[in-house]
């Protein structure tokens, strides 16, 4: 897959996943907005990790910066 996302894009993800793993063990967050959340945390770090985001691929989107030639 063609990577499409930019280094400050992965960077504000992994932030928002340490936020909302802090926010679950500290319980702040709780139940169903727990699940929600972990379930958004995750796909934000899967998609960090390896650089692409299926959702800017369907809307021809991206955040990298395009390499000089």
């Known amino acids: ?5 930019g280094v400050i ?3 504000v993800r992994l932030a928002i996943v340490v936020a909302v ?3 679950y063990f500290t319980g702040v ?11 958004v945390a995750v796909i934000f770090l899967l998609t ?3 650089g692409t985001c299926p959702l800017y691929l369907s809307f021809k989107l991206s955040t990298r ?3 000089s030639k």
């Open 48 to 50: 960090s990790v390896v």
């Open 9 to 11: 894009d992965r960077i």
């Open 29 to 39: 967050i709780h139940a169903a907005l727990a699940i929600v959340l972990g379930v």
């Open 21 to 23: 793993a802090i926010l």
């Open 65 to 67: 910066k395009s390499e």
């Open 1 to 5: 897959m063609q990577k499409n996302m």
